[in-house]
């Protein structure tokens, strides 16, 4: 389970334990260090307390694309003209700031632009040297920090970034037991995690995430590097035709069986319930088959 500002309060924690929770997920992404210690250390407090061994897992941002700082939350309407640049302008009227440190010119016209799991789409209709200019498809309310995916493209990223490395040094210091390295393409991403968590720890285990096509594609030999693998069907399902995940599901959970290795399937995981008591019944099918 992920903690979070709902769910760190010691009270709520200790219901998620005396509900089964064995493991918690501390999100790299979201946060700072401070609020992090401060979750870890009610972990602690509660498997003193009530005898028990919840693992700590650390999630690392990895090498993704996100929208930058905004005033405020911007409305993207269907067929309005926006520009994307790479300085950070605070959401500028009809401008988008992201993060991508790469070219531009590694974006092609015609490609579209994916943002929060698919919620808001644009199609990028000209590269120009210090922008993109792109009109919406599907709109919606644009926030800050929202993750980018932009299927087509081949992005150029380092395999460990500067902010994975300051996490994967805290996550060591305070002796988690699993790091999952986020948008792993090759074994290669993995390598470079698992020689890093070595040095300062002989015990956690790397987990990767499989979430976008080259993942997929290089997944018999991702396995072979990692201790475990994380199916991570939000960003997968803006990569892929989201048909096609239920079968990409079920043929990773058989590789990993094979090889022995643990598999986790995420995203989606009896959503209902976060404002229901009881799961639906397609959802009670989806706990099964993961």
């Known amino acids: ?36 210690v401060s979750r870890i250390e009610t972990v602690r407090k509660i498997n003193k307390k009530y005898r028990r061994a919840i693992k700590l897992v ?47 010119y590694d974006l092609r016209g015609g490609e579209y632009i994916y943002i929060d799991d698919g919620n808001i789409v644009l199609k ?31 992005l150029k990223f380092p395999s460990i970034t500067e902010k994975d490395e300051a996490d994967i040094e805290f996550a060591m210091e305070q002796r988690f037991d699993y790091i999952a390295q986020s948008f792993v393409r090759n074994k290669k991403d993995i390598v470079e995690v698992r020689t890093r968590v070595k040095e300062k720890s002989k015990s956690c ?19 072979e590097a990692s201790d475990g ?29 094979i090889k022995k290795k643990f598999v986790i399937t995420a995203t989606q995981m009896l959503e209902h319930m976060v404002e229901n008591p009881m799961p639906r019944r397609a959802e009670v099918t989806d706990v099964a088959n993961a």
């Open 1 to 36: 389970c992920t903690l979070g500002p709902s769910s760190e309060p010691e009270k709520i924690l200790r219901k998620m334990v005396l509900a089964g929770m064995d493991a918690v997920r501390i999100n790299f992404s979201h946060g700072n260090y401070s609020d992090y």
């Open 58 to 104: 650390g999630d690392l941002e990895g090498p993704r694309v996100r929208i930058g700082r905004l005033k405020k939350p911007m409305p993207l309407e269907n067929r309005r003209i926006f520009y994307f640049v790479q300085h950070d302008v605070a959401g500028e009227k009809k401008t988008i700031p992201f993060d991508y440190e790469g070219s531009l």
């Open 124 to 154: 990028i209709q000209k590269i120009e040297e210090e922008k993109i200019k792109t009109m919406v498809v599907t709109g919606g309310i644009l926030k800050q920090r929202k993750g980018v995916n932009i299927p087509g493209a081949q």
């Open 205 to 223: 285990k790397v987990i990767a995430k499989i979430e976008n096509r080259e993942g997929i594609g290089n997944i018999d030999r991702v396995i």
């Open 229 to 257: 693998i994380m199916i991570a069907r939000g960003d997968m399902g803006v990569c892929v035709p989201i048909y096609q995940i239920p079968i990409i599901q079920k043929e990773i959970i058989r590789k990993c069986n």
